[in-house]
């Protein structure tokens, strides 16, 4: 039974700030949610020095999959939580996924279409 | 919100080559929760033991603080200070510790690595602002009862600090080839405790030595403050990865407990040769001169000057040898050279601020509150014009409240260490989350607070000090010897990390004002040698509680530092 119409919303934010970026997604809806460690480069190196000192380098990457429907909500509770629109403050994109596999219930609201309807 | 205008909007910047301009209402929403964030850690760890000290004296005590409003000004400076040295050393001292200490093995022969590594162990230690504070402590002691122990911190000042200067080089350098041989912290530390523990009791023995053993002891807490440890960890760690040595895990800890006990066998052995050369008996120091009069001299001796010249003499020095190494033995470039600079200039003016707080707030608080304190049990002669004040309470309940006094200070003060904060979130990355951060930071404050406890009842019923020392480290011994590798480093380091700019002026203010007003006592310190032991002994028993997960779990990461 393999899951479809899903939606995988990654974002990438400086070390620390992952827990309430996750926490704004969960209360729009996101079933789960994981967190890498990461270090990036690119934007700080090309801020002022009073705002670079104040980026972290080293980041951590958020991973949220969510049902299509409830994708778009998440995504803009994140960036606003994230702060995303700041220089140096991250990304986020989103991305179709084209099946998934897990334990129904983990995806809240996704709809299992492979299955008889359950 | 437009996210999707914004990135649209900002395409050629993401594509862009330049500098990115913001404007001054993004670079303040950039700005200003940095810093809030960072002031309000601060202020969390400082303002909490400052309060706790003016109700303990109002309310207990029942004495008014003197100078309450300069006091509270000073906490200001205290708090900016660390804020900024924090930042300071984190954007400066950090990655040029590290940088050479991961291009010197490549570029430099051992011999050159070495003598750079004793150079870095001499300059820090004269460089630790606690420093300071434990020697200026030393010109209130009384020569005629304690003529060694006055000797040292006063005539032979100068030679104390080289040698515990020295020490800590010969600890730098022990603790590289440490790590290039893979040795195990065990089989230095407890050959080199029994040495210690051996000098102690021998010193117990003699009354002139007796009166050192605070100062040595309490010489292993104050030499590891917050620019020998990280400088001490960063050139490790760049070691440690140059040779390519991982498989014991941690080497890179180990490195802070090696520089806290050599400064201990330094001040001892100092003390030693000079007691048996007969130096105390032929005649005890003339009164130091004093200082040139007239308003320069002054201006010189006021709190800004001091606070600038304390922190210059502390930073540049050490500055100047590592931009030296990073000229002369790496013949590179210093990467991000900017943010260093910069780093460089916060700590300094951190450090000026800090120094500032100290003088004026810092000291003057812990004095007032152990001068105040024997008032609890016995009757004292206090403030301006003296009178006569106390016992508030019975012998042995006033003594109580005294020590409860020191528990919960050990407590809250060490919460407050910028230095164990570090190390909390080294120890729980290396030990992938098993020995969370708070965690190490608890079970190191309570066995602080334990340890100053013991330390301050050591004073109020004036008990030798060797009593308590030596069966305690035995005990350490014991568990040392039973625990996992990975542990021993972590208990030891933590403990010699746990007592840094902040706590060292207060803790010593308090045990000389204690001294003061009970009769008897001949000196005050102490109290941060055995504040050390304590949170050894509590975080080696919760690692032997926790050992299991965390040895599968770091063999697995096996991390270098």
Known sequence: ?118 | MGVDNGVGSRHGQIHGEGRIHTSPGESLRILWPFFRSKFSEQAWSVLPVVIYLFFFQILVLRWPVASAGEISLAMAWVILGLLFLMEGLRLWLLPMGEAIGDGLPRKAPLGAILGFAFLVGVVATLAEPAMGALRAAGAGLDPARTPLLHLLLNGWDKTLAATVGAGVGIAVVLAMLRFLGNWPLKNLLVPMVMVLLGLTAWASTIPALASVIGLAWDFGAVIVGPITVPLALGLGAGVCSAAGRSDTGQSGFGTVTMISLFPILATLGLAFILHFAGAVPGGYPAPSPPGAQGYLAALLRSAPIQGIATASQAILPLSLLLFAAQALLLRDRIARGDEVALGLAFALAGLILFNLGLIQGLTPLGDQVGTIAPGAFSTIQAGVPSRPFGPLYGTLPGKGLIVLLALFLGYGATLAEPGLRAMGIQVHEITVGAFPRPTLVHSVAAGVGAGMALGVARIVFDLPLAWMLIPIYLLLLLLTLISSEEFVSIAWDSAASTTGPFTVPLVVAIGLGLTASIPGVAEGFGILGLASAGPILTVLGVGLVLRRPVVARAARSSACT
């Open chain 1, 1 to 118: 039974m393999h899951l479809t119409e899903l939606r995988l919303i990654t974002c990438v934010v400086e070390r620390g700030m992952a827990d309430g970026v996750v926490a704004a997604a969960m209360k729009a809806g996101a079933p789960a949610a994981t967190i890498c460690f990461a270090r990036g480069s690119g934007i700080r190196e090309r801020l002022t020095l009073l705002l670079k000192i104040a980026i972290s380098a080293e980041k951590e990457v958020i991973d949220i999959v969510a049902s299509a429907e409830k994708a778009d909500a998440i995504f803009e509770a994140m960036a606003a939580a994230a702060e995303i629109d700041l220089p140096g403050k991250g990304i986020i994109w989103m991305t179709p996924i084209l099946k998934a596999v897990t334990h129904v219930a983990d995806l809240g609201a996704a709809e299992p279409s492979g299955g008889p309807g359950d």
